[in-house]
């Protein structure tokens, strides 16, 4: 499944704009529920820009936080072994991994 961003809300959003006359969410109940129901999903969701990671690396991070007691990227970085320290090293990801490990990310889908 498919985590929801911002983006994805709005675009669902559109959907419902009227077209032809002016919307009005103070006087239409309708409208001031869906914008309820939207509000509240757009709150949930994921902002559009986090980096998108294996699920490798999404379990190196949760352990470096959690039990393994790690506070900063570096040592995270020194921690890693086998393919997780070969993908966190490798240039393509180490911006990556660090944008992840300050921000947030999003663990890749299979599909």
């Known amino acids: 499944m498919k985590n929801e ?18 919307y009005d969410p103070v006087n239409d109940d309708e409208a001031g529920d869906l914008r309820s129901f ?6 949930a969701a ?10 490798e ?11 393994g007691g790690v ?5 995270a970085m020194d921690y890693a072994h086998g393919d997780v320290a070969s993908w966190i090293y490798d240039e393509r990801n180490s911006d990556t991994f660090a944008r992840a490990w300050l921000d947030g990310y999003v663990v890749e889908v299979d599909e």
């Open 71 to 75: 506070g900063n990227v570096s040592d």
């Open 57 to 67: 690396i999404d379990e190196h991070i949760r352990w470096c936080k959690g039990e």
């Open 46 to 55: 994921l902002p559009d820009d986090l980096p998108v990671i294996p699920k």
């Open 5 to 22: 961003t911002k983006r994805d809300v709005f675009d669902d959003a559109l959907v419902y704009v009227p077209v032809g006359r002016e």
């Open 38 to 43: 939207l509000s509240a999903r757009y709150a």
